[in-house]
Each structure stands twice: as C-alpha cells, then as structure tokens.
C-alpha cells in the first residue's frame, strides 16, 4: 500500500509530503481493510504542512482529513459492515493512503449509487458553507448575503446552499476568469474584487442591505467586504487565501459598527451536541447523493504522486478541488 | 472675540485651521453671552479637520466640540443661569473661541469650586473609557482589561475608572518613557508594545484570563492585543492612532474565536435614553469635581494660537491633553 506521510512541517508543503510504500497489512480481529476511493486536499490541509493551522498533529503524521473508501475485507468476528460497502472515513484518519485498517463502528454508510468523489468531500467544505449561512446573522428568504474567495470549495457549496434556501449570493471573485464558473453555479452577482466594490454592490443589488459577509481571503478583500456591510453588519473571516491578517478600517467597526467574527469548523465539532451533527450530514448527504450539492473537480492523483498533488492543491487559479484517487489496480 | 474656523479638510489639521478676529456679539432677547474658559483638543477634532471622522460637519466650520464657560452677560428676559455661573458648553458647537451666544437652555450648570480646565474634557474622553469598560463585556471586580494607547487621555480615564471598580488593566503604551505616568495614574502592568506580547502579559498577570482588549491604535497593534485575548475575548477598537486599518489574524478570530468590535460614542449619544446620558454624566462630574478623575494637561494656548496648539495635539510624544484656553485679560 501507499500513504503520504510527513516528519516536518515547512513552508513548500510538497516538500514536506511524501509517499512511502509498505505492506498492506491484514484486519484484525473486529477490524476492516477499506480501500481508500477519493480524498481532498483541503486549504486546511495544506496549512497542516505548512504549520499555520490551529490545530497540528505530533509528527510524524499521515496527510488528509476526510475521503471516501470501499471495504475490501473483514476481520474476524467484524461486524456492522459488508464487503463492498461505500463508508466515509473516520475525519482526521490520514486519508491520503491506498488503505486503511479500522473499526467498523468508525465508519458511516453512504448511499451506494451516489458518486464516491463527491461525497468524499462531505466532512469538511459543505458543513462550514451551511454553518456559515446559518450561525451568525437570521437570514430570510429574500435576504442577500456577499462571500469572496466565492469560486474556492466553500464558496461553490454557499452559492448552492444560499440558492435552495432562498438567499441572494453576491459573489466576489480574484480574477475575471473565474466569473464565469460562479454564475454558471447559480450565484446571483458576481463581480471582481477592486476599487469602489461597495458602490458596485449597491449598483448590482438596487442597493440591498447586506447582513452578512464572508470572508476567505483576508487582508484588504476583508475591508472591501466590510465595506459593503450595513450598518451592526457581520463579517465572518473563515480563510486566509492571501496569507495576510485580516485588515478592517475603523470606518466600518466603529463608524458603522460593523462586527467581526471568526469561524472554524473544528470548534464547531467540539461544541455542537451529536444530534445537531447528524441533522447536518444528513441534509448534506442527501443533497450530494442526489446530486443537487457538488464541487468541481480539477484534478485528481495518485498516492504515489502526492507531491505534485499538493503543490497543485496550493497553486493559485484552479478550478475546483484536488483529490487524492488511489489507484486500485481494477 | 476670536474663534479657529477652516474652510476646507486636508491631510495637515494645522494648515487649515485659523483664527479670526470678530466683534463679540452682544446676547439677544433669551440669550446669554459666555466666556470659553478651556476646550480640548481631541483625537476626533483632528480626524474632523483632516476628513478621516466618521461624522464632518459643513464647511466652513468652526472647531470644537466641547469645552467649559463662564456666564459673562444676560440678554434681555433670560432665565436659568446668573452670571459668572460656571457651564458645560453645548456639545459640536465650536468651542475654538473666546466668546459664545447661546440659549441657557443648552447650557449645563457645573460646580463653581472644580477645576474648570479638568470639567473641559467630561463629554468625549471620560464617557468613552467608562463605556468602554462596561458595553461589552461584563466586567466584574478582580478581572483583567487589556488596552494600548494607555497614555491617551481615554487610557488615562480607562485607568482610573478601572482602579474604582476594581478591574486590573494591563497598559501597553508605545515608547518606555510613558510607562511611568501610566503606573502612577494607578496602572497595574505597564508594558512597551512590541514582540512577544502575549508572553509578557501572561508573565505579569500570572496567566490571567482577559476577556476585553481595548484599541486606540488599529494596524499590528490590534493583533498583538488580540493576541492576549482568553478564548472568546472581545477587542472593541474605538481609534486610529497608527493611521491603519486593524489588523487581525486568523489566529485569534478564527481559531481562538476571538470577537472585533468597534465603539463610537456619537452612536452611544444617539441610541442611550435621556436617564442613561444623565446618570453617567452625573457620576462623571462628581468624580471630577472631587478630584477623583482627571486628565494630564500637555499644554494650554489661546485662540489666536490655534495652529500651533493644534500641530501640537497631533504630534506623538505628548504627556497629555492639548487645551484651547482663551485669554480673557484677567
């Protein structure tokens, strides 16, 4: 089997990430062998290597969160599932690998005929866009709400989720290039980030009053966020795509007072009772499952070429998610 | 009489602000004639002239905002005050001057035998420390408060007021030279802003939990008071001393929660109901009559010197508060 490990954190994340080969090794007793089928390579991941995130595993570690996986064999005396069954890995499992050994009661049945990629990015992405929408400002039905960073993971799921629930996206992309993809997935405004942002806002939207923003990028695209705001407005900082803390004027949080608040999805976990967790991924499931909630996919990897994966995972301009597809021989 | 006017903002307070020589008015029917004793200069003065304030008067404009009388001649039929009463001048009505006409309906009383120079700032400064002490984290004896900018007349109240409810501050100023005034207006840690912060306060208060940081700087600043924040803290920015936006890492909004808010007092003045503004400004006026809470005096200059006093309230390096004190030849 293959899996991708790393002794040290650093800077150039594929430098850090590497794949080792070592034997498969057997279920044991109560145990399952599942063969890993899809696993993302998540903005937190690469923030894991690169040992920015909140939260760091000792080292040496196992790279990836969350991903899909087949059962292949069952130990003796397993119980719970079958062979052949689609399950979600257990979240923070080290998912980039070819296989893992674990207890069946760690793994969640998915719907057999959904598609494997797109579930396989369930656990991280989708439950923070909805969080997002629903934890910080009451939204109605009518109300809009603007998010940069919007053609990221994120971002795509918020335009999907705002939509069914009657919530206005407007939708700040980096680059033109990426307009487009945003208004294809059913995103109501989409302009570039730049100059007098608010007062292209408030041209686009016949001046609505904006609640909520979203922020995934940090530095000045926070302010330009800010600046959109009504006044006692939200803006939630969830990313930092630019690298930079984020900036916010007191032309908005004292003049306007506007609110800043951060979200992370980790802490969220921790709090959030087990019935409100499986109330959200049972929405999510069903929605992936039945296709109405996707990510697109730029590319998909190997294992073995992990490097090249990450290093993808980390570059500017894609469009969609990298994941991580062992190959199974068949 | 004379009064500092200006017919235009721009980046350099002193270059448009001037003052100019009028005849002094007589006082009409019902109005009375005041003599301006002293007015400060505040932070909020000089971002009104250069054009940063979140509130801009039209031009032209005279300056001021607050400041103390003495009652100087009764128009014909008015009531309410005698002369030589000492009052609170109308607040936003351009106390840059020697003389004023006014109703004495819009004039507060103020006790004959307190310090008029130290009455002069009650409206903007003391309000301001004492709310920021008590709108948004519930504060009780023997917790920690966190602010920069300590030796700001703000910070000076902040100080005090805190010393009286037995809250214990942590004061972070700019240069060494302002921690001894700090200490002696009762601060119990002074620290110099700069690397490793975090560390040095956890050090000084034995690892206190603080749940409110207060920020009159903005930039790097801010993150490095976020920084000392408890998990779920609240940093409330209410200046603008570095000219920066604030900045604010996911570090502290995102991974320990932390919350950024911004306070105005203009705001406060609006939305408080006429009991709340009385009660506070009563407590206020006593503390200050009774020499209970005051404001270091950098410096005092008459009218006609409006450009250089006002080059010196926007100067770093001050040991407090910059007055407009008219000279009324004895």
Redo the contacts between chains.
Sequence with gaps: MLKAVYEERGPVPEDVIHAVETETPAPGPGQVLVEVVAAPINPSDVLTLTGD???LPPLPAQGGNEGVGRVAALGEGAEGVSEGDIVLLPVGSGTWASHMVTEPRRLIPLPAGADPQQLSMITVNPPTASLLLSEFVDLQPGDWVIQNGANSGVGGYLVQLAAQRGIRTVNVVRRESAAEAVKAAGGDVVLVDGDHLAERVAEATGGAEIRLAIDAI?GEAT?HLADCLTEEGTLV????MSGE????????????????????LA?WFRNADRDRQKALFGELTALIAQGKLKARIHATYDVGDIKQAVAEANAGGREGKVLVCPAHGG
Tied chains: 1, 2.
Excluded: A
């Design positions: 995130y909140g939260m940090g302010d900082n969830y990313g930092m803390p984020c900036m916010v004027s007191p032309k908005s949080i004292v003049f306007r007072d506007v609110r800043v608040r951060g979200f992370w802490k």
